[in-house]
């Protein structure tokens, strides 16, 4: 066994912690915070309440207010313009996995010359080493679904090439964390089955990765299980605090995960479908294919015994086959109502899913390189066909 254990950054996890972030000793003097382009993040006061806890701890900031649910590389580009022309020491990521994934890009190219692609290592990517370190970064996670407060990667497309990929380094840890289950109380029904499902495929792939190690099992099972004993109590009722805390830990843990293991090819399949299909929300991509993929990691008897502990941490504890985690699975999604989501009803056709297998291999070539057995361009297919509805 091989691993190397590196998770530099301080979380603080609970109930009201946003509002003690003034008491954190902050990493520099002036701030760009990065928000989504929708209305909730000032709508719901989380916007506010973090300018309020900024000023207490004598910092400035300025609000950078365009990343997509999918964010882009124009984004990142713009938003590190402003960031150097505001002089700002750190950047805040106030939000999703879209945000503060674009905040760790920003603050890349806040220190550093060129294009966010001139630095990303697949497809049209060149791959060339981080010259200048980032500025710090701080995440402030108001979802349940990356685990991107507690891990180095982030995940940007590159809109005119349709490539989704990802891309993280000991330098895109945040220096900081903050997370408050109570960011997540106004998240909608639909939203929190897709983030939590985000959270647990992190979680399970982690596991079944190749590199997969003792630590990244303890983290891996702890979420999975937390995730399919709450998810369905924080999507039918989005007030229930234990239940948004418990869905809140699992995806801190599933970070975790992404830091000591990582995604395999599901992830790679996902990408390359809401590259195309924007609209897509990740999570629901995720879920869409869930179902045929992991079966055919259980047909080709693949991590048998990996699965049977996926199957008894949601819950059978009389699981003993492969196909049990499969359906263990499929009664969480119908639980969470999402067991019937549809790929035309985002407007992808059948037609362009041998399409979608050469994206996911060209531009997410690493994670098939992790995957248990080997999943051909021809599985790759049939796990886009047999999920297609």
């Not at 912690?17 to 915070?33: C, D, N, Q, V, W």
């Not at 895109?172 to 106004?186: A, G």
């Not at 008894?312 to 109502?337: E, I, P, S, W, Y």
Request: hydrophobic fraction near 40%; aromatic fraction near 6%.
């Amino acid at each position: 066994m091989q691993f190397t254990y590196h998770i530099p950054t301080r979380i603080v996890f609970g109930k009201g912690s946003l509002g003690r972030l003034h008491t954190e000793k902050l990493p520099g003097k002036r701030a760009l915070i990065v928000i989504s382009s929708g209305k909730s993040t000032r709508a719901n006061g989380y916007l506010a309440q973090l300018e309020t806890e900024l000023e207490q701890a004598g910092v400035s900031s300025v609000v950078f207010d365009k990343i997509l649910p999918n964010p882009v590389r124009g984004h990142v580009m713009e938003g590190a313009l402003l960031c150097r022309r505001e002089r700002c020491d750190f950047v805040i990521g106030l939000g999703g996995g879209s945000t503060i994934d674009s905040a760790k890009g920003i603050a890349i190219m806040a220190t550093n010359e060129g294009d966010l692609w001139d630095y990303i290592g697949g497809g049209s990517g060149e791959g060339k080493p981080i010259p200048v370190w980032p500025l710090p970064i701080v995440a402030i996670t108001t979802t349940a679904g990356t685990g991107t407060e507690a891990d180095p990667w982030l995940v940007i497309t590159k809109e005119e090439t349709n490539e989704k990929i990802g891309m993280g380094y000991e330098g895109t840890f945040p220096v900081l964390s903050i997370v408050d289950p109570l960011l997540t109380v106004s998240i909608p029904a639909s939203l929190t089955a897709y983030q939590g499902f985000d959270a647990l495929f992190h979680s399970t792939e982690g596991y079944i990765n190749k590199i997969a190690n003792t630590l990244s099992d303890l983290y891996s099972l702890e979420a999975i299980r937390l995730i399919a004993k709450s998810l369905a109590h924080a999507v039918k009722d989005g007030a229930n605090l234990q239940a948004r805390e418990d869905v809140s830990l699992a995806n801190t843990l599933a970070g975790m995960v992404e830091s000591t293991s990582g995604c395999i090819s599901e992830h790679s399949l996902e990408h390359a479908l809401s590259a195309y299909y924007p609209a897509l929300p990740h999570g629901a991509g995720l879920i869409m294919i869930s179902i045929a993929y992991y079966t055919h990691l259980a047909h080709a008897h693949a991590c048998d015994e990996r699965m049977v502990a996926m199957a008894k941490a949601m819950g059978n504890q009389d699981a003993t086959r492969a196909m049990d985690f499969v359906h263990a699975l499929h009664d969480l999604q119908k639980a969470c109502g999402v067991d019937k989501l549809k790929m035309s009803d985002y407007g992808i056709q059948k037609e362009d899913l041998p399409k979608m297998v050469e994206n996911a291999r060209q531009n997410m070539a690493g994670l098939f390189e992790v995957d248990p057995v080997v999943l051909s361009d021809e599985d790759c297919l049939a796990i886009y066909k047999n999920s297609y509805r």
